[in-house]
Nanobody, 121 residues
Framework: QVQLVESGGGLVQAGGSLRLSCVASGRTFSRYAMAWFRQAPGKEREFVSA????????YYSDWAKDRFTISRDNAKNTVYLQMNSLKPEDTAVYYC??????????????WGQGTQVTVSS
């Protein structure tokens, strides 16, 4: 059974940094792309970043590409999202997903439970 477990969320002041982690089990990790999405209250779930199974290819939303960095450690079955220069508008629940690389939720068939990121001003 595939399980994705996120961690690393919390409360941070504007301008601060967080690193989110997602540990996967139940799937051959290196064969699948991994992604991060986020969802703020009352808004649609939106794409943040994705990384190919090998880790060679990465993808970012326009607003994330200069502040966030996605990476993966296949030996640890873990994907990371380093978030720098956080802004209040980054406040959302962040979800880890596994599937085929893409910028929309249809590409991903397994999801974590989400971790809350709150950025105060």
């Amino acid at each position: 059974q595939v399980q994705l477990v996120e961690s690393g969320g919390g409360l941070v002041q504007a301008g601060g940094s967080l690193r989110l982690s997602c540990v996967a089990s139940g799937r051959t990790f290196s064969r699948y792309a991994m992604a991060w999405f986020r969802q703020a209250p009352g808004k649609e779930r939106e794409f943040v970043s994705a990384i190919s199974g090998s880790g060679i290819s990465t993808y970012y939303s326009d607003w994330a590409k200069d502040r966030f960095t996605i990476s993966r450690d296949n030996a640890k079955n873990t994907v990371y999202l380093q978030m720098n220069s956080l802004k209040p508008e980054d406040t959302a629940v962040y979800y880890c997903a596994s599937g085929t690389a893409g910028r929309t939720y249809e590409y991903y068939d397994y999801w974590g439970q989400g971790t809350q990121v709150t950025v105060s001003s």
